[in-house]
């Protein structure tokens, strides 16, 4: 039996971003978070499924004691387009008190996050911030705060790096932009 995935024509895309600017961006980051989180033991809660790549190499880049959690979250399914959202899964940890970083792999309408941060502070946490590897500005439909954000990137459809069109992509060690075939 032929997968679902498998049998999905593939996208083409272009090179946004390499791996070693990726890493230059994510180890700037794990210093500031390092700094500013010093004696805090903070959380990182991913959000699934494509924060996972990022989160891995964060981590490695931030030099405190930290926590990992993780929360899935999804809107796309098989569209260019976000739909509804759906969250599930969440902290098995208790988090009144402590400093949760909530961690995205793209933060672009800013729905997802602010759906996710107003439930994290119903469970009475000390702060809430948000650290996302792309910021995607030019979708955002909610106003939001993002204490760490690594790169800004245009209205494209990325993929790589942990991030997918159609669960496929993840795997690509850099990110890309899709093409979009249509404007052909």
Known sequence: MKSESTSLKLQPFELL?????????????????????????????GVLKGCFVFVADLIRAISIPTEVEFISAHSYGSSFE???????????????????LMVEGVVDTGRTAVSIVETLKSMEPASVEIVTLLDKTGRRELLLDIKYAGIPVKDDFVIGYGLDYNQLYRNLPFIGKVIDQTAE
């Open 17 to 45: 971003f390499t791996q070693n600017e990726i890493q230059e961006v994510i180890t700037d980051m794990g210093a500031r978070i390092s700094k500013d989180y010093e004696d805090k033991n903070p959380i990182l809660l």
């Open 82 to 100: 976000p739909g509804t959202l759906t969250l599930s899964g969440g902290p098995e940890i208790n988090l009144k008190g402590r400093h949760i």
